[in-house]
């Protein structure tokens, strides 16, 4: 497992799963910079090589962002898991 903490705004619990969609702003622009892709991004990138991805926070209280990802990859694994290149997935 991989956690990255940091000291911000936090999230409310009833938001975690919001931020892993893609666009999806939990406030302003002019509240605060960014476009709502990371986290999203994030998840796609760790489930595609068969992991999980979450949020431990609480207003006020920061964010913890933690993600697994296998050792190995099984017989069933995504090509990207398989160590084929995305130009081979393409052709």
Not at 22 to 44: K, M, Q, W
Not at 55 to 64: C, K, N, Q
Request: net charge negative.
């Amino acid at each position: 497992m991989i956690a990255v903490r940091d000291e911000g705004i936090g999230i409310d619990p009833a938001d975690h799963d919001r931020v892993f969609t893609v666009f999806n702003r939990l406030h302003s622009r002019e509240e605060y910079d960014g476009t709502g892709i990371g986290p999203a991004l994030c998840r796609r990138i760790v489930e595609r090589h068969g992991g999980e991805i979450w949020i431990d926070s609480a207003p006020g209280d920061g964010a913890t962002v933690s993600f697994t990802v296998p050792a190995e990859c099984g017989a069933d694994a995504q090509p990207v898991c398989t160590g084929q290149r995305v130009a081979d997935r393409l052709l």
